[in-house]
């Protein structure tokens, strides 16, 4: 090998790092797991209205598109708070506080992904379905994001945009909003509620540092966290029943929901009579282990068209 040919590949060889680093780092930005979660539900979505013998193109295209936008507004929830995330410990080693991604290739990055995705459902499936991932994407960076440091209702506010991809998953299979896709839209609502508010009752002293206006951080003993954990909790008993209710499930589904719901409510009002780290911890573990739960007997037991 020739010394031109050998600087060359040393200079590759030095640089392959910093590129896989780069890379690593895009994908960090797109919040991964969630942007995976917020896929499943799209996908569950489009299952529930897909009429029987309908093809499966068409998830596949929910799928990519729902990623797409949700990695988008994931990307720019994180250039909007880069600064209060540098302040945190389990957001400090993010790609924008370290350095690893600047805030103008971020921008660029959800751009072509926020863009990207809500003209490729638009394309590919329907005008509706677009609408609804431009609303996702809009409320979720530039309403709920901002929201966060003004507010707690901020919570409330975010569960909205998080509530929408079963809805864009139903429009993208039938074409139109329907009861069946607004109860979707209930579920994930009230599911994410005690959800959140049990991340943000671990993590209050992070986010009171940070600056974020959670409803823990004006609730030191926990009695205003608590209620709303039991309330919100309580109100999804009857909504995760509504697909079986308007006969878009069987009673398999209504039994596992019903059952699984209470089960959620129950440890929530175990929770809130005494907050603490433990107790807490396991309403979001038992929130963690309801929704994939509740979306997989949901499709299964669907009632075909």
């Not at 979720?140 to 901020?154: E, G, M």
């Not at 994930?188 to 951080?217: C, D, T, V």
């Not at 309580?234 to 699984?260: C, D, E, F, H, K």
Request: charged share 10%; glycine share 10%; proline share 6%.
């Amino acid at each position: 090998m020739n010394m031109r040919a050998k600087t060359q590949t040393e200079t590759f060889s030095r640089s392959r790092p910093a590129v896989v680093r780069e890379i690593k780092g895009y994908w960090e930005l797109s919040k991964p797991r969630i942007s995976l979660m917020v896929t499943l539900t799209g996908a569950v979505g489009f299952l529930m209205g897909m009429a029987s013998g309908a093809s499966f193109t068409g998830l596949f295209h929910v799928m990519l598109g729902t990623f797409l936008v949700s990695a988008a507004a994931n990307t720019l929830n994180q250039i909007f708070e880069r600064t209060p995330d540098a302040q945190m410990r389990r957001t400090a080693n993010r790609p924008l506080p370290t350095g690893r991604i600047s805030p103008l290739q971020a921008g660029i990055f959800a751009s072509v992904l926020g863009v990207g995705g809500v003209l490729y459902v638009t394309l590919f499936l329907n005008g509706l379905t677009g609408v609804i991932a431009s609303v996702t994407l809009l409320s979720y960076a530039f309403v709920y994001t901002p929201l966060k440091r003004k507010s707690t209702l901020n919570t409330l506010v975010g569960a909205v945009p998080g509530a929408l991809p079963p809805l864009g998953g139903w429009t993208a299979a039938t074409g139109a909003l329907g009861s069946t896709g607004w109860a979707l839209f209930a579920i994930l609502f009230f599911w994410q509620l005690p959800h959140f508010y049990s991340i943000a009752w671990l993590l209050k002293q992070e986010y009171a540092r940070a600056g974020f206006k959670m409803l823990p951080s004006i609730d030191p003993n926990g009695t205003r966290t608590g209620i709303a954990m039991v309330s919100t909790s309580a109100l999804l008993i009857p909504v995760s029943l509504l697909p079986t209710w308007l006969g878009a499930t069987g009673w398999v589904y209504g039994a596992v929901a019903a059952a699984i719901s209470l089960g959620y409510f129950a440890c929530s009002l175990w929770a809130s009579r005494k907050l603490s780290v433990t107790r807490t911890r396991w309403v979001f573990v038992a929130s963690l282990l309801y929704l994939p739960l509740l979306l997989v007997v949901m499709t299964i037991d669907k009632v075909p068209f």
